[in-house]
């Protein structure tokens, strides 16, 4: 019996992290496998943190990821990606947009937007990948292709097989958006081996 | 085929191939899905009733009218629907009734995080709790059997994983034709007087008896014998969380956990040396277990508060469960959008200095810093009957202000209003009308002009509707316009009798027009901080040095800046204004 492969996804809402997580289950699903997603969103339609869990496998019980922890952690934004850290099982793999957006805590709180993040989490997680995923999609003209090129990455890994990646970027993703989001997908991949240690 | 799909998805589904008539609710997270899907299958009807008993009673004539029904709603909505329920308990049903109710342990979107089963031990009725999607869509269709099998409002009970959970789902096949429209005729069972009422309240004890038994040998009472050592009683989401949590324990799986199935029950204890029950929230099960004599381990070891999950689990059976680092970093707490409404009459509120008294929806979030400009919450419409009750305790009238959302108001709020001018009660009230149901996604409700199958229909006229109720004060704002939205609030406070302001602008995330977005001047600007101070989360502040002075200068995003310019009213330096030309708000709103 194949292993559980877990996947935590973490960001700010509005970041497209939703649908990174069907694409994750759809993906997995084509490729045979038991899927199961759950995702929780802070009150606010906007602005609150977010955290989708997927678990695919050749059986899998609870929508939520188990100890030890996740294998992959996608994070959107920094900060998050350090909130997540901690959810990654030992081992695992954390790919993280070095994007920061700014907390209310932090602008009206008084707390501190930890400024050595991106040391902290490769710290928690050698094998981290840090990038500018905002920097790739506004390259390829839009904001929103982030979470296709952190997808891209985590393909990169070798978790499920490619085509069954591109079938599911055809079912999820609107007509409109599909080109822009399978061009930044190819992006991440062909970024992976050598990722910009930014 | 095999698809992917929500609890809620899968719920919606399992309604319209059961030949459901109708789907009736008021939206509440986590259930809202479920009547947005139905309505979108081919063959799904439903709509929107302006409030949880409604929509039951609704859902209660389309039964007697032998049709099956669904009701949807979330947790809290169940207390606004109760009424009904415990009476059609006894009058049993003629088509199935089925009633969704959705909880919310760990309260991500509620007020409270109250355990619904109790109201199905309180009403009498079976209440069945699935484990996942496919479970979500196979007892949705059990549900109708079973109400019109044992003639019973059945409750299905989610949870927010369940609900918004997702899994694999192979739907079943549409049913055949189903019996014909027919108005009630039997008055002995639907006319609850005493002398009727009495017969049912005796039917409705022997109904359970016999739903017990049912339960005993059905297939939805499921015995996994494994390592017999820890025997766990379990049901709905928790079942997944057991089997990842301890994967070599035997299970006992309850899919129907009122009437409790306890001759299985006993079976199972005997086989296995220690026995828990991992139950979400309250010890329901527990404590009919231990009523039964049964030594079972709950809440003694595993949290009766907050959401369970696997490693919750695994640590209180004592398994190896690794407790993520603490790492201390700053929150990202939610936060009024950039460009909402609500936004420019918390500032006024809180510059005002009085007391707010709340209500339910998107604007309880001004109780955030540095609004902070909210004093109660409590439940749907309290915000006037709370602000009334102030001043009958003798808080100043010209200091009281409830503040409520146009759906909430609609859903509770009228009888809150008719109470303030009936007895004299110089309550301020201030509807924040934003045009839809925004805090669980912006559905439609009867002062939308739209029905949930987005068809025209009749919007209500909140002016007129609360001079009928008697109250003679009433103004209409748009809340961008900060100046005349001051005005009138202290007009209505100052003002001796009952008072409502309606704040009229539509939710920033209903499609408008674009408005050029918000510019700062930097060389204006005296960093003063008072556009920080709306909470906008499209300013931020940030450390600028010029000619060797450091100045913490507040910053606006121009991909969140949605161009209301409520900072730029309350900027004194006129360092904030709209952009003037072509450059239009781009962003992610």
Same mark, same amino acid.
């Given at each position: 019996?194949?292993?559980?492969?877990?996947?935590?996804?973490?960001?700010?809402?509005?970041?497209?992290?939703?649908?990174?997580?069907?694409?994750?289950?759809?993906?997995?699903?084509?490729?045979?496998?038991?899927?199961?997603?759950?995702?929780?969103?802070?009150?606010?339609?906007?602005?609150?943190?977010?955290?989708?869990?997927?678990?695919?496998?050749?059986?899998?019980?609870?929508?939520?990821?188990?100890?030890?922890?996740?294998?992959?952690?996608?994070?959107?934004?920094?900060?998050?990606?350090?909130?997540?850290?901690?959810?990654?099982?030992?081992?695992?793999?954390?790919?993280?947009?070095?994007?920061?957006?700014?907390?209310?805590?932090?602008?009206?709180?008084?707390?501190?937007?930890?400024?050595?993040?991106?040391?902290?989490?490769?710290?928690?997680?050698?094998?981290?990948?840090?990038?500018?995923?905002?920097?790739?999609?506004?390259?390829?003209?839009?904001?929103?292709?982030?979470?296709?090129?952190?997808?891209?990455?985590?393909?990169?890994?070798?978790?499920?097989?490619?085509?069954?990646?591109?079938?599911?970027?055809?079912?999820?993703?609107?007509?409109?958006?599909?080109?822009?989001?399978?061009?930044?997908?190819?992006?991440?991949?062909?970024?992976?081996?050598?990722?910009?240690?930014? | 085929?095999?698809?992917?799909?929500?609890?809620?998805?899968?719920?919606?589904?399992?309604?319209?191939?059961?030949? +459901?008539?109708?789907?009736?609710?008021?939206? %509440?997270?986590?259930?809202?899905?479920?009547?947005?899907?139905?309505? +979108?299958?081919?063959?799904?009807?439903?709509?929107?009733?302006?409030?949880?008993?409604?929509?039951?009673?609704?859902?209660?004539?389309?039964?007697?009218?032998?049709?099956?029904?669904?009701?949807?709603?979330?947790?809290?909505?169940?207390?606004?629907?109760?009424?009904?329920?415990?009476?059609?308990?006894?009058?049993?049903?003629?088509?199935?009734?089925?009633?969704?109710?959705?909880?919310?342990? %760990?309260?991500?979107?509620?007020?409270?995080?109250?355990?619904?089963?109790?109201?199905?031990?309180?009403?009498?009725?079976?209440?069945?709790?699935?484990?996942?999607?496919?479970?979500?869509?196979?007892?949705?269709?059990?549900?109708?059997?079973?109400?019109?099998?044992?003639?019973?409002?059945?409750?299905?009970?989610?949870?927010?994983?369940?609900?918004?959970?997702?899994?694999?789902?192979?739907?079943? $096949?549409?049913?055949?034709?189903?019996?014909?429209?027919?108005?009630?005729?039997?008055?002995?069972?639907?006319?609850?007087?005493?002398?009727?009422?009495?017969?049912?309240?005796?039917?409705?004890?022997?109904?359970?008896?016999?739903?017990?038994?049912?339960?005993?040998?059905?297939?939805? $009472?499921?015995?996994?014998?494994?390592?017999?050592?820890?025997?766990?009683?379990?049901?709905?989401?928790?079942?997944?969380?057991?089997?990842?949590?301890?994967?070599?324990?035997?299970?006992?799986?309850?899919?129907?956990?009122?009437?409790?199935?306890?001759?299985?029950?006993?079976?199972?204890?005997?086989?296995?040396?220690?026995?828990?029950?991992?139950?979400?929230?309250?010890?329901?099960?527990?404590?009919?277990?231990?009523?039964?004599?049964?030594?079972?381990?709950?809440?003694?070891?595993?949290?009766?508060?907050?959401?369970?999950?696997?490693?919750?689990?695994?640590?209180?059976?004592?398994?190896?469960?690794?407790?993520?680092?603490?790492?201390?970093?700053?929150?990202?707490?939610?936060?009024?959008?950039? %460009?909402?409404?609500?936004?420019?009459?918390?500032?006024?509120?809180?510059?005002?200095?009085?007391?707010?008294?709340?209500?339910?929806?998107?604007?309880?979030? %001004?109780?955030?810093?540095?609004?902070?400009?909210?004093?109660?919450?409590?439940?749907?419409?309290?915000?006037?009957?709370?602000?009334?009750?102030?001043?009958?305790?003798?808080?100043?009238?010209?200091?009281?202000?409830?503040?409520?959302?146009?759906?909430?108001?609609?859903?509770?709020?009228?009888?809150?209003?008719?109470?303030?001018?009936?007895?004299?009660?110089?309550?301020?009230?201030?509807?924040?009308?934003?045009?839809?149901?925004?805090? +669980?996604?912006?559905?439609?409700?009867?002062?939308?002009?739209?029905?949930?199958?987005?068809?025209?229909?009749?919007?209500?006229?909140?002016?007129?509707?609360?001079?009928?109720?008697?109250?003679?004060?009433?103004?209409?704002?748009?809340?961008?316009?900060?100046?005349? $939205?001051?005005?009138?609030?202290?007009?209505?406070?100052?003002?001796?009798?009952?008072?409502?302001?309606?704040?009229?602008?539509?939710?920033?995330?209903?499609?408008?027009?674009?408005?050029?977005?918000?510019?700062?001047?930097?060389?204006?600007?005296?960093?003063?901080?008072?556009?920080?101070?709306?909470?906008?989360?499209?300013?931020?502040?940030?450390?600028?040095?010029?000619?060797?002075? $450091?100045?913490?200068?507040?910053?606006?995003?121009?991909?969140?800046? +949605?161009?209301?310019?409520?900072?730029?009213?309350?900027?004194?330096?006129?360092?904030?204004?709209?952009?003037?030309?072509?450059?239009?708000?781009?962003?992610?709103?």
């Amino acid at each position: 019996m194949a292993a559980t492969t877990n996947i935590l996804i973490v960001g700010v809402g509005g970041q497209g992290i939703v649908l990174a997580g069907d694409i994750i289950g759809i993906a997995a699903q084509r490729a045979g496998l038991a899927v199961k997603a759950s995702e929780v969103h802070g009150m606010s339609q906007r602005g609150g943190s977010v955290v989708s869990e997927v678990r695919f496998g050749a059986e899998v019980h609870s929508p939520l990821i188990p100890p030890p922890g996740a294998d992959f952690l996608l994070g959107f934004e920094l900060l998050e990606g350090l909130r997540g850290v901690a959810r990654l099982r030992p081992g695992g793999v954390a790919i993280v947009n070095t994007q920061r957006i700014v907390p209310a805590s932090v602008t009206y709180s008084g707390a501190v937007y930890p400024v050595e993040a991106e040391a902290q989490l490769r710290d928690a997680c050698p094998a981290a990948v840090l990038l500018d995923a905002l920097a790739i999609a506004g390259e390829l003209g839009n904001a929103r292709a982030v979470n296709s090129v952190l997808l891209g990455i985590l393909a990169a890994h070798g978790v499920l097989p490619l085509p069954c990646w591109e079938a599911a970027f055809r079912a999820a993703v609107k007509p409109r958006f599909l080109d822009l989001n399978l061009t930044a997908f190819q992006r991440g991949l062909a970024l992976a081996p050598a990722a910009p240690r930014s | 085929m095999e698809e992917i799909l929500t609890g809620n998805q899968a719920i919606a589904r399992a309604a319209r191939d059961a030949g +459901t008539a109708l789907g009736v609710g008021y939206p %509440g997270t986590p259930s809202t899905e479920i009547l947005e899907t139905l309505v +979108t299958l081919d063959g799904g009807v439903a709509q929107w009733a302006p409030n949880e008993k409604v929509a039951l009673e609704v859902g209660v004539g389309v039964s007697f009218g032998n049709r099956r029904a669904l009701v949807t709603m979330k947790h809290v909505g169940l207390n606004v629907a109760a009424d009904p329920l415990f009476t059609v308990s006894y009058t049993g049903v003629a088509g199935g009734l089925v009633v969704l109710v959705a909880d919310d342990p %760990g309260m991500h979107s509620s007020q409270n995080e109250q355990d619904s089963r109790h109201y199905a031990r309180a009403a009498k009725v079976p209440l069945l709790e699935p484990a996942d999607s496919q479970e979500a869509y196979d007892f949705t269709r059990l549900a109708f059997e079973l109400s019109e099998q044992f003639d019973t409002p059945v409750l299905l009970r989610t949870s927010t994983r369940l609900s918004h959970g997702k899994s694999l789902v192979t739907p079943g $096949t549409r049913a055949g034709e189903l019996p014909a429209p027919a108005p009630p005729n039997k008055p002995a069972k639907y006319v609850m007087v005493p002398a009727f009422a009495r017969k049912r309240h005796e039917f409705v004890e022997a109904r359970m008896v016999e739903l017990e038994a049912w339960a005993n040998a059905a297939p939805l $009472t499921r015995a996994e014998y494994r390592d017999r050592k820890i025997g766990i009683v379990t049901s709905g989401i928790a079942y997944q969380y057991v089997r990842d949590a301890a994967p070599d324990a035997s299970v006992l799986k309850l899919g129907m956990t009122n009437p409790l199935p306890l001759e299985a029950i006993r079976a199972f204890a005997a086989e296995v040396e220690t026995l828990y029950v991992v139950e979400e929230l309250d010890p329901v099960l527990e404590e009919q277990l231990r009523a039964a004599g049964l030594a079972a381990i709950g809440k003694a070891v595993f949290p009766i508060c907050g959401e369970l999950n696997p490693a919750v689990i695994a640590a209180g059976l004592g398994l190896p469960a690794d407790a993520p680092a603490n790492l201390e970093l700053p929150g990202r707490p939610p936060a009024l959008c950039p %460009g909402c409404p609500h936004r420019s009459v918390f500032s006024v509120l809180k510059k005002l200095g009085v007391t707010v008294s709340g209500d339910i929806g998107c604007y309880t979030l %001004g109780v955030m810093p540095p609004l902070s400009a909210l004093d109660t919450c409590i439940c749907m419409g309290a915000s006037i009957g709370i602000a009334s009750g102030l001043i009958k305790a003798g808080v100043d009238p010209s200091r009281v202000v409830g503040v409520i959302g146009d759906s909430t108001f609609l859903h509770s709020g009228i009888t809150g209003v008719l109470d303030m001018v009936y007895n004299k009660i110089p309550t301020t009230v201030i509807i924040l009308d934003n045009g839809t149901t925004a805090m +669980t996604g912006r559905q439609e409700h009867p002062g939308t002009g739209r029905t949930l199958d987005a068809a025209e229909a009749p919007r209500v006229d909140l002016p007129a509707l609360l001079r009928s109720l008697g109250v003679t004060d009433v103004a209409t704002v748009d809340p961008y316009e900060r100046d005349a $939205t001051t005005a009138a609030i202290k007009a209505a406070l100052a003002f001796p009798g009952p008072s409502v302001v309606i704040a009229q602008r539509p939710c920033m995330l209903i499609p408008h027009e674009v408005r050029p977005r918000v510019e700062l001047d930097a060389d204006a600007c005296k960093a003063c901080g008072a556009c920080l101070r709306i909470g906008c989360p499209a300013i931020t502040e940030h450390e600028v040095t010029r000619d060797g002075n $450091t100045r913490t200068m507040p910053e606006i995003d121009p991909l969140l800046c +949605t161009g209301c310019a409520i900072c730029a009213s309350v900027c004194q330096f006129a360092a904030l204004a709209p952009l003037k030309g072509k450059d239009k708000v781009s962003g992610l709103i």
